[in-house]
């Protein structure tokens, strides 16, 4: 039997986001006080991320790709994530976690 990697975080449930993104940044509501982390994943399209107090993301912040596992990040409260396509427009999933 292999090896199995168990996630320490856990979504918090009600309060995700899917971000339709293009050629534009756009951003995510205020992430809650009560949150220390965020999972993305890009659904659709390759994008790029930006995370902070009213953020613009630009080509050359953080690549995400649909081909990648989701990723946690530290966020800290009253902060938002940005995103904006790579090529092609797409949806970007945002879920808050939790210990």
Do not use: Y
Not at 27 to 43: C, E, F, H, M, Y
Not at 63 to 85: F, N, S, W
């Amino acid at each position: 039997m292999g090896w199995m990697p168990i996630a320490p975080w856990r979504p918090i449930s009600g309060q995700g986001q899917n971000l339709t993104f293009g050629a534009a940044s756009v951003a995510s509501t205020v992430i809650g006080n009560n949150v220390q982390a965020v999972q993305i994943s890009a659904l659709t399209s390759n994008c790029h991320v930006a995370v902070g107090m009213n953020p613009t993301a630009v080509v050359t912040d953080m690549l995400v790709k649909p081909t990648d596992p989701p990723l946690v990040i530290l966020i800290a409260p009253g902060e938002q994530i940005a995103v904006i396509e790579d090529t092609a427009t797409g949806t970007l999933n945002v879920v808050p976690v939790t210990h």
